[in-house]
T-cell receptor, first 116, second 115 residues
């Protein structure tokens, strides 16, 4: 069964450093997402991406964050200058068709980011 | 904005018994989708079941079924014949059908299975 894959599974970084989290969505999917989950809290939407551009972003997704689909298979989340409060599990997700179809969003296994 | 409420932070059930997890939501939309996701200790988010709001029939997937009450804005998950592998956090989630793409999650219910 096709899966969303994410790397790294766990990364420790120093405050102020740049971090890139990588994802390979399911191959025939067109919509891509990043969510995050701070330990002990609920899953929060960060950004959605379609047709090589951001289609929606939350208030969490400020100028420190960016997303890119550099080569048609990978989908990356970059945090420019990490802060302690960026420590969280980051989930990549994808879906095949648009939101009006209500199609299911499939999640990767997450990348656990620890900022020290 | 839509909100999703899970009022049971923790639940426990004896193995082989049935348990129901509650979820309510608030929306002004008439067309939307509801989901239950399972998050085991590995922290992966696994889809358990989904329900389209326009369908009156409750969704079922093997031992998992939902009780969807649209007027009451309630979407509970029933797990029958509970198994040890069902132990996890369960998140209820809402997704608009009208163009808003994001999933809005509840705070989750931690389910413990007692052998």
């Amino acid at each position: 069964e096709p899966e969303v894959t994410q790397t790294p599974s766990h990364q420790v970084t120093q405050m102020g450093q740049e971090v890139i989290l990588r994802c390979v969505p399911i191959s025939n999917h067109l919509y891509f997402y990043w969510y995050r989950q701070i330990l002990g809290q609920k899953v929060e939407f960060l950004v959605s991406f379609y047709n090589n551009e951001i289609s929606e972003k939350s208030e969490i997704f400020d100028d420190q964050f960016s997303v890119e689909r550099p080569d048609g298979s990978n989908f990356t989340l970059k945090i420019r200058s990490t802060k302690l409060e960026d420590s969280a599990m980051y989930f990549c997700a994808s879906s095949r068709t648009g939101p009006s179809s209500g199609n299911t969003i499939y999640f990767g296994e997450g990348s656990w980011l620890t900022v020290v | 904005a839509q909100t999703v409420t899970q009022s049971q932070p923790e639940m426990s059930v004896q193995e082989a018994e049935t348990v129901t997890l509650s979820c309510t939501y608030d929306t002004s939309e008439s067309d939307y989708y509801l989901f239950w996701y399972k998050q085991p200790p590995s922290r992966q988010m696994i889809l358990v079941i989904r329900q389209e709001a326009y369908k009156q029939q409750n969704a079922t997937e093997n031992r998992f079924s939902v009780n969807f009450q649209k007027a009451a804005k309630s979407f509970s998950l029933k797990i029958s014949d509970s198994q040890l592998g069902d132990a996890a956090m369960y998140f209820c989630a809402y997704r608009s059908a009208g163009g808003n793409e994001k999933l809005t999650f509840g705070t989750g219910t931690r389910l413990t299975i007692i052998p």
